[in-house]
């Protein structure tokens, strides 16, 4: 089984400060990696992901991962944010075995961006 | 090109009052999936078409919830008879096919969800 640990329930942050969201995942099979973003009263929408490869993982929006395998971990950063990057953001897994595409999400961490 | 239709946005209802939720996915996408999002958590996935066939229905609480996709198009999450902790919001998501390979996986495309409020 997979679960995903996402370590700060709500990050406040000054705008244009650099932020970094924790997340933690735990699986006894390999896993892809993502994050997604969910704005207020919309549906979730994709910032990055990690399949392979460079453990640096650049998505939209200026925002870039990092995939540590020996730590579980796949961290989010932003060197400076913005107002509109407040919104709840969650992390995820799918696991390679099973072929279901099944995504498993953390609880989300929401970022407040104070001007 | 359009996203994950859902509808309706909003619903307020008694329980054991009956409610459906409607989806329509993105032109071509084989995959569709429900998930239900209980405040102050993510996402959970209840159910998961490939085409108009289930492929993973282990998290749907099959005495009360049923879902369908006629067609293999559009499909529908009922609820009946609906319960206090029902209250969530009900995502929809598409996707292109169902399989995670070892080097690939599709992109999940979400609607806006359908906020149910259970009194």
């Known amino acids: 089984a997979q679960s995903v640990t996402q370590l700060d329930s709500q990050v406040p942050v000054f705008e244009e400060a650099p932020v970094e969201l924790r997340c933690n995942y735990s699986s006894s099979v390999s896993v892809y990696l993502f994050w997604y973003v969910q704005y207020p009263n919309q549906g979730l929408q994709l910032l990055l992901k990690y399949l392979s490869g460079s453990t640096l993982v650049k998505g939209i929006n200026g925002f870039e991962a990092e995939f540590n395998k020996s730590q579980t971990s796949f961290h989010l950063r932003k060197p400076s944010v913005h107002i509109s990057d407040t919104a709840e953001y969650f992390c995820?897994?799918?696991?390679?075995?099973?072929?279901?595409?099944?995504?498993?999400f953390g609880a989300g961490t929401r970022l407040a961006v104070h001007p | 090109e359009a996203g994950v239709a859902q509808s309706p946005r909003y619903k307020i209802i008694e329980k054991r009052q009956s409610v459906a939720f409607w989806c329509n996915p993105i032109?071509?996408?084989?995959?569709l999936y429900w998930y239900q999002q209980i405040l102050g958590q993510g996402p959970k996935l209840l159910i998961q078409?490939?085409?108009?066939?289930?492929?993973?229905d282990s998290q749907l609480p099959k005495d009360r919830f049923s879902a369908e996709r006629l067609k293999g198009v559009d499909s529908t999450l009922k609820i009946q008879p609906a319960k206090l902790e029902d209250s969530a919001v009900y995502l929809c998501?598409?996707?292109?096919?169902?399989?995670?390979?070892?080097?690939?996986?599709?992109?999940?495309?979400f609607g806006p969800g359908t906020r149910l409020t259970v009194l």
């Open positions: 998501a598409s996707s292109l096919r169902r399989q995670a390979t070892s080097t690939s996986t599709d992109t999940q495309y």
């Open positions: 078409f490939q085409n108009n066939g289930v492929v993973d």
């Open positions: 995820a897994v799918t696991p390679l075995s099973g072929g279901y595409n099944k995504l498993i």
């Open positions: 032109s071509g996408h084989a995959t």
